[in-house]
């Protein structure tokens, strides 16, 4: 129904910066929230941004002031600037939207996830 593909990763010096990009294709009648985690090594996946299509924004306090994410409905594409980076932002970072989709007469509300792109901050 959605797939999500990210790109951007890779490795980047302490206080580098990266931008990511996450593209959605396939059937939907339209994107809700998009958002991006991330998993650190032995760690749970957190919340990194998320954009509503209210035009709400929320980020997780450690990256506030340093990453920004942004939208192009247009596109269907959802963005992270990542700046001032930190080995601690090393992670495996994650795409997610919420869709809406039209199955049989009946409106569903969808999750999908992309298959993450890799972020590695050292000297």
């Known amino acids: 129904q959605v797939q999500l593909v990210e790109s951007g990763g890779g490795l980047v010096q302490p206080g580098g910066s990266l931008r990511l990009s996450c593209q959605a294709s396939?059937?939907?009648?339209?994107?809700?929230?998009m958002a991006w985690y991330r998993q650190a090594p032995g760690k749970l996946r957190e919340s990194v941004a998320h954009h509503r299509n209210s035009g709400t924004i929320n980020y997780t306090d450690s990256v506030k002031g340093r990453f920004t994410i942004s939208r192009d409905n247009a596109k269907n594409a959802v963005y992270l600037q990542m700046n001032n980076l930190k080995p601690e932002d090393t992670a495996v970072y994650y795409c997610?939207?919420?869709?809406?989709?039209?199955?049989?007469?009946?409106?569903?509300?969808?999750?999908?996830w992309g298959q993450g792109t890799l972020v590695t901050v050292s000297s």
């Open positions: 396939g059937t939907f009648h339209s994107i809700d929230a």
């Open positions: 997610n939207a919420d869709y809406y989709i039209e199955v049989e007469g009946e409106w569903r509300y969808l999750e999908v």
